[in-house]
């Protein structure tokens, strides 16, 4: 969650059609364009890549390596209703 939050200012314009503040405080995130940064970032914070894959943020190429399932897109949190991420 805290990686795509912290690239919501990333997000092009025309993909937000509320005002960042707003998006901001709903927990709202943007996944950037890139294949590896996501996946960098979840190795540095100690997942592996077989949980990524698991967890549905990651896929694996024909080739076998790893890329971020999610890519140039706004990305809304799911939480229960105690406050706790779940998707």
Avoid: H, W
């Avoid at 990333?10 to 996946?39: M, Q, S, Y």
């Avoid at 190795?43 to 190429?61: D, H, P, R, T, V």
């Amino acid at each position: 969650l805290e990686f795509f939050q912290e690239n919501l200012e990333r997000c092009p314009e025309d993909k937000l059609r509320f005002p960042i503040g707003f998006l901001r405080e709903k927990g709202v995130g943007f996944a950037p364009d890139d294949f590896n940064e996501l996946i960098s970032f979840l190795l540095q914070n100690g997942f592996s890549k077989e949980q990524l894959a698991e967890a549905g943020l990651a896929k694996i190429s024909e080739k076998g390596s790893y890329y971020a399932a999610f890519r140039n897109r706004i990305m809304f949190p799911i939480i229960t209703a105690s406050g706790i991420v779940v998707g």
